[in-house]
């Protein structure tokens, strides 16, 4: 079965870091870009950041720049979401998406990922 599977949200106070996994399985993630996207009670999804099959990384929201970073373990066909300095505003179910096809969509076409996970819910309070 092909799918993504996130795990690591929790709980944290502000100033904390929290690390998501998006682990895949079905397939092997190498040959695909991966995108992070979060959802905050009450708004609509936005991007947060994304890795290309080069590992060239691409930020859809500006709020997290210097804070968030992303990377990959293609040996354990997971992608990472690294989170510093957490803010309450981050508070968010935080999914990891992709495009089933392989090596169609790079990050520039993250919109059309149409491969999503479950998601994996933040929670950033004091």
């Known amino acids: 079965q092909v799918q993504l599977v996130e795990s690591g949200g929790g709980l944290v106070q502000p100033g904390g870091s929290l690390r998501l996994s998006c682990a895949a399985s079905?397939?092997?993630?190498?040959?695909?870009?991966i995108g992070w996207f979060r959802q905050a009670p009450g708004k609509e999804r936005e991007g947060v950041l994304c890795?290309?099959?080069?590992?060239?990384?691409?930020y859809s929201a500006n709020s997290v720049k210097g804070r968030f970073t992303i990377s990959r373990d293609n040996a354990k066909n997971t992608v990472y979401l690294q989170m510093n300095s957490l803010k309450p505003e981050d508070t968010a179910v935080y999914y990891c998406?992709?495009?089933?096809?392989?090596?169609?969509?790079?990050?520039?076409?993250?919109?059309?990922?149409?491969?999503w996970g479950q998601g994996t819910r933040v929670t950033v309070s004091s």
């Open positions: 998406a992709t495009d089933p096809i392989p090596t169609r969509y790079g990050c520039h076409g993250q919109k059309d990922f149409a491969l």
């Open positions: 890795i290309e099959i080069n590992n060239r990384t691409a």
């Open positions: 079905g397939f092997t993630l190498d040959n695909h870009a």
